[in-house]
């Protein structure tokens, strides 16, 4: 059963159930924090990631933060800096910034669901799927701007480049 099945004719489930239900259904880790919070872990290629999803009633708003450890060296910082500026640039949905009280790169997005509009368990999905596919796709970038010293252009250029056609 596809992991949206479940819902289709469920109107007023709240946004965690949905996404409680599809942790399960991935068989990733998580912990119901509150009822309006979950976090879990979700391993990629090359980290695992911690995603926090949190409903806010006043905002009508689905915030979703996945973040990973990075601990740039100092005298780098201004180059990963400039890095995030260049990746936002290219993503159309979510926003990187630099936590850097406690080392961490963060992957931010919000779904606003205004006027009692309802998420499906296919957006949050996409929304965390999403969330995980920006950071596999950019922490080559990030890791060879900061610990390899490579120049903020030619490291995007390895996170931009997309494969073409089957190996």
Request: proline share 2%; hydrophobic share 45%.
């Amino acid at each position: 059963m596809a992991v949206t099945e479940e819902f289709m004719q469920i109107e007023d489930l709240h946004p965690i159930d949905i996404v409680e239900h599809i942790a399960n259904h991935q068989d990733w880790e998580f912990d119901r924090i509150a009822d309006d919070q979950i976090a879990m872990a979700v391993e990629g290629q090359w980290r695992t990631y911690s995603i926090t999803l949190a409903w806010s009633g006043y905002d009508e708003t689905l915030r979703l933060i996945c973040t990973f450890d990075m601990e740039p060296p100092e005298h780098r910082i201004g180059h990963l800096m400039d890095a995030l500026n260049r990746v936002n640039d290219n993503c159309w949905a979510g926003a990187f910034s630099y936590w850097a009280e406690q080392n961490l790169m963060v992957y931010r997005y919000g779904l606003i669901l205004a006027g009692g509009q309802v998420a499906s368990a296919d957006q949050i999905d996409t929304m965390i799927s999403a969330a995980v596919m920006s950071a596999e796709r950019y922490y080559p970038a990030f890791q060879l701007v900061t610990w390899g010293e490579r120049e903020v252009e030619d490291a995007l250029k390895v996170a931009i480049a997309e494969a073409y056609g089957r190996a």
